[in-house]
């Protein structure tokens, strides 16, 4: 198989991941719950994954880290937290179901960013979403659907001027660009994808001053007889059993991360990408969105081929090539509707570091055939 | 430990942080449940020796820790 799926899970992990999550496995216990060395080892291991996560990101504070289960489960809670019906939330036309249907349920006042024909934010209008009640804006660091990644300084410095929570989704550019707790008041993040970690990782960046309230409660190991539970991070968004055992493998996905360096990495997905591009330009009936080459985004390209339906042209890769891709709407509503793009869906190649010129290769010859097949 | 002080946490994530950066720092630290009489709220504390108690103080007043000290 060649495996070009990546925004949805990166499935080549660097070396000792799927080692520190077995070893884990027979050897920890519950962290925090005891003293004892199995539960010590535990909550090491939860700690170590903090610092490793922290250090990537240049966060002093590791305990400003919670983990969750994944980047959908921590916008939910950050959503739940701080948003109530009475208030309005800006966000913008990228965002993933994971973002839009927290916000959705909450009933709030929603306005949103629009995007142009290659998937940058639109910010002329951006003062006239804002309203009295306006209390966070939501964006996406990078799309998961053209890679483009966002331009977050504007944002942040609106939010600043207006006293908006300023929220970032950063499911797709944790470990493939960087990211620093500098960018939001919050910062949501997932462990399978770029982080190299196992599914079932995820987490919240963010401080201890931004009034979260409680939405998930329950056992914590602190505070026994007290009938509610902590609101400073990272105890206000973990309770239950924390993931030590993915956590092992997360720590060991980011120490990669931490000794190739983001740059490096970066720099060779976005190859793969120049190749891939390169070798399907002169195609006339393949269309790409966004603007896959541009060295800041992420290493997606999504395409169609004439009108064929993207779950046809991904079946066909897969059936004849063996290539995994990712068709359809990618759980990106707002984005496939900016497009015109809802029945078709797009074919979303996203590439790894682990990916090779040969794999990419392979790609761009099976691609070639399908459209010149579409063509006859 | 002989001549130890009882560091008792509000949250064990911050037990675990403190107790990873002291030993990091070379600082002798054993882990023991918190005694019932001390209402710090997490069930684990690190001993320490009570002569490094000033240089620790240090460390844990800049990691902006909130603690609760008892003698053993």
């Not at chain 1, 940058?120 to 939501?138: E, G």
């Not at chain 1, 929570?165 to 939001?184: C, K, R, Y």
């Not at chain 1, 990272?234 to 931490?258: C, M, Q, W, Y």
């Not at chain 1, 790409?288 to 999504?302: C, E, H, M, Q, R």
Request: with cysteine.
């Amino acid at each position: 198989m060649i495996y070009f799926d990546n925004s949805a899970t990166t499935l080549m992990k660097p070396e000792g991941v799927a080692e520190a999550v077995s070893f884990a496995i027979l050897h920890y216990g519950n962290a925090g719950r005891s003293f004892h060395e199995a539960m010590l080892d535990a909550g090491r291991a939860v700690y170590l994954a903090r610092a490793e996560v922290a250090k990537l990101i240049g966060l002093d504070n590791p305990l400003h880290i919670a983990f969750t289960s994944s980047a959908t489960e921590s916008l939910n809670l950050v959503i739940e937290s701080l948003i109530r019906k009475e208030d309005a939330v800006i966000t913008t036309v990228l965002e993933h179901n994971s973002v839009l249907r927290p916000l959705y349920r909450t009933g709030c006042d929603l306005s949103f960013i629009n995007c142009d024909d290659k998937g940058y934010l639109d910010l002329s209008n951006l003062r006239d979403l804002l309203k009295p009640n306006t209390k966070c804006l939501i964006a996406t660091h990078g799309s998961n659907v053209t890679g483009v990644v966002t331009d977050w300084q504007p944002l942040k410095a609106f939010c600043q001027d207006h006293g908006l929570i300023f929220i970032l989704d950063a499911s797709q550019t944790m470990g493939g660009t960087p990211v620093s707790p500098d960018m939001a008041d919050v910062i949501c993040f997932t462990g399978h994808k770029g982080l190299f970690g196992p599914q079932g990782t995820g987490g919240i960046i963010a401080g201890d001053n931004l009034g979260f309230s409680v939405v998930k409660t329950g056992g914590t190991g602190i505070n026994t007889f007290d009938h509610s539970q902590g609101t400073v991070m990272p105890d206000v968004f973990e309770a239950g059993t924390p993931n030590s055992h993915g956590l092992a493998g997360l720590r060991k996905g980011v120490e990669f991360i931490n000794e190739i360096g983001i740059a490096k990495i970066h720099e060779k997905e976005m190859a793969l990408v120049g190749q891939f591009c390169e070798g399907l330009k002169d195609l006339p009936n393949l269309r790409f969105y966004g603007d896959p080459t541009f060295p800041n985004n992420l290493a997606i390209v999504s395409i169609n081929i004439a009108g064929k339906n993207s779950q046809e042209v991904a079946t066909a890769l897969w059936e004849h090539y063996e290539i995994a891709t990712r068709p359809g709407g990618h759980c990106a509503p707002l984005l496939h509707q900016r497009f015109g793009t809802m029945e078709q869906g797009m074919v979303r190649f996203s590439f790894s570091y682990f990916n090779t010129e040969e794999e990419i290769e392979v790609g761009i010859q099976a691609l070639s055939a399908i459209a010149q097949e579409a063509e006859a | 430990m002989k001549g130890s002080l009882f560091i008792s946490f509000f949250s064990t994530s911050a037990a675990i942080r403190a107790e990873q950066t002291l030993l990091s720092q070379g600082y002798d630290v054993v882990v023991r449940p918190t005694p019932p009489a001390i209402k710090a709220g997490c069930g684990i504390s690190l001993l320490v020796l009570k002569s490094d108690w000033e240089p620790i103080k240090q460390i844990l007043d800049q990691m902006n820790i909130e603690i609760l000290v008892n003698e053993k």
